[in-house]
């Protein structure tokens, strides 16, 4: 019955607009009463989000259960990838729900809603690891913010795929960029090389006379970004 | 007659709440008649947001008039603070329609929806500028993201002191944390320092034989945001 009031719901949305469809519209259409739409949905947006109630309650407790060896930007990106599992269980669904709320606005409206919710839950929980710094809270909106337009970009990439690419993929790579640009151990990648910037500076890179130390030689005029790659990769760290 | 347009819509969103109230209610207590309020306003909406479309316009204007010299993260910062002149030119009035934004959720999802519209605008003036690199699309959605997201911390500091901080500084502040991550010439901040990290490492920094080259040397377990930091400092780059 779930599904069949889905189904309803979602045919007249398209049909008529999403503000102009009612609950009562719906259980004419599937065929069933009002309270037995009202088991299943609190309300008229839930029968298009019915999993974003669980998957934040299921985010807020992963935060929540996090300790203090969890390096923190690496949570809050594990944490997005609850919500990527929740639209990759049912591919054909979250590409359907996708088309539809490209074309209702009412129903993108909601979205952002929900979307805010899920980045002001990964920022709290960055608040709380970061209270100690100086501009914790800046720096936690900002990741926040950073991690969920990426997981929103390898997921929208998924989703124009009709569900055919892979999502997990997509997504991961997508969290990789946030985790090299804010990650405790990782360089930003910068700017993407440009022509003729590689010439503009020399890197050379020599091991010291032990394992501890690294020498690196640069012009002064160099790039900082370029230098910081030249240091990851001597380094041996992996810049994906 | 805007103004007590503005004035008895607010009264009205406080007291009833702003899904209930109507455009006729407003001008009923304002005492004008409805065509006087759509002189005004094209919707219930833009009585409380009455500069935004504005603004929007202003920005997408700005971003259109960029030249190929312009920094990219640099000019997005600088679209964002078109948004703060808008705040910080009516203090009163952004200041009482934030505590009312807090109030009403149907209002806060209309700030939501603007938010993402200068979101939007903001990535995709970096979508096209960073059309030529590799995971460009990506780039330009989350540095869009951190641009609103550090704007928004700003504001809110100056709006949660009544209007009464330095709105430019606070947003300049948090606007340079995101230029410092992202920006061409310079590196992340990485983590803040914490207790004890400052011994896991030696840096020591020596000018070389001419003005070009800087050497740095670092133990190879030093955490790179440190080796960073010390290249910063030796570059005599300003941290913020």
């Not at 990106?77 to 990527?84: E, F, I, N, T």
């Not at 900002?142 to 009709?162: P, Y």
């Not at 503009?200 to 790659?229: F, I, K, N």
């Amino acid at each position: 019955m779930r599904e069949s009031l889905v189904a309803a719901a979602f045919q007249l949305f398209v049909e008529r607009g999403y503000e102009q469809t009612t609950v009562d519209d719906i259980v004419a259409l599937a065929g069933v009463g009002r309270r037995s739409f009202f088991r299943y949905f609190p309300s008229k947006d839930d029968v298009v989000f019915p999993d974003h109630e669980g998957c934040l309650a299921e985010m807020t407790a992963f935060l929540r259960d996090s300790g203090p060896t969890h390096e923190p930007v690496e949570r809050v990106c594990d944490a997005a990838r609850l919500v990527l599992r929740m639209y990759a269980e049912n591919p054909a669904f979250s590409v359907q729900r996708y088309r539809l709320t490209r074309k209702v606005p009412g129903l993108r409206t909601y979205e952002l809603s929900v979307v805010w919710r899920y980045e002001r839950a990964l920022a709290e929980y960055l608040r709380g690891r970061f209270s100690g710094r100086r501009d914790g809270t800046l720096q936690a909106d900002v990741i926040a913010a950073a991690v969920v337009a990426a997981h929103n970009n390898g997921l929208r990439s998924w989703l124009r795929s009709d569900g055919r690419s892979d999502a997990t993929a997509e997504v991961g790579h997508a969290l990789a960029h946030v985790q090299r640009v804010f990650g405790p151990n990782h360089a930003p990648g910068g700017p993407a090389q440009e022509p003729g910037q590689e010439t503009a500076q020399e890197t050379g890179t020599e091991d010291g006379r032990d394992d501890d130390v690294v020498v690196v030689v640069s012009r002064r005029g160099a790039p900082l970004w370029r230098v910081v790659q030249e240091i990851e990769t001597t380094l041996g760290r992996d810049p994906d």
